[in-house]
C-alpha cells in the first residue's frame, strides 16, 4: 500500500499561504490541496493521487488564522469524492486542525476512516439564494489583504453575528480583487453596486449602523459619476 499525507488549506485566507504550505509538504514528503479558494482543490488533488497509484491518503487540515471553517468539511469532500468515483483509495482524515506550518507529519491517534456518501455536498436548505437584504464582499486581493481586510472581515462577522444579522440578513463573502485597488481594504454592498474604502476594523460598528440606518456617512465609491444610490436600509 502506498499512503501519503495530504495538508489542505482550510479557508480562503489559508490558501493564500499556498506557496508556502506546498513548500512544507514537500519537505516532509506530503502533498497539499486546497478547501477553498485559490490552489489545487481537494477533490482533484485526491483524484490525481489515486491516478499516480496513491491507494491510502491522511487527510489533515491546515489554517493559518483564529477563526475558520471547521475541519469537518474535508470529510464532506471526501466523502462524496469517494462516492461519485466508486474510488478504491482508503481516506483517513484527522479532526483537528494544524495551525500554521506543520512542522512535521502527524500522528496517526484519531484516525477517522472515511465512508463513501454522495448526498454530502447537497442539502435542501442550500437550494435557494439565502433571502438576505445585502450581500457584502470582502475583498481579499493581495493589497487588501496586506492592509489589513483579514482584520475587516473578522470583524464584520463579529459586528453583524453581535446584531443577529449575519446569514439573516447580511451573508458576508471573501473575494478575490474587487478593484479599486488603492482605496484598500476595499468592500462592496450589493445589490446597491456601491464599494466602500479604506473600510478598516474600527470603522465596522459605524459601517454597520449605515446599513441598517440607509445614511452614508463613511467614504462610498460608485461605479460611475454621480453620488452613490441611496438604499433603504434594514428594517
Known sequence: MTSLTLFVALTYADAEHWPALVRRARELGAAAAVLQGE???LA???SRLSGEGVTAVHL?????GAHGVPASWIGRVARWWLAVGEREMTVLFSPDAVRGLPSALPSADGLRPLVPREGGLTNPTWQDAPPVRCHLLVCRGPRCTAKGAERVIDALGAELYARGMLD???LLTQTGCLFPCNRA???AVQPDMVWHGPLRAEDVPAFVDELVSGERTLRALTTGPGEPAARPGIP
Open 44 to 46: 482533484d488533488r485526491l
Open 168 to 170: 439573516d440578513e447580511v
Open 39 to 41: 490552489g489545487p482543490s
Open 185 to 187: 481594504p476595499v468592500v
Open 60 to 64: 489533515v487540515g491546515v489554517t493559518f
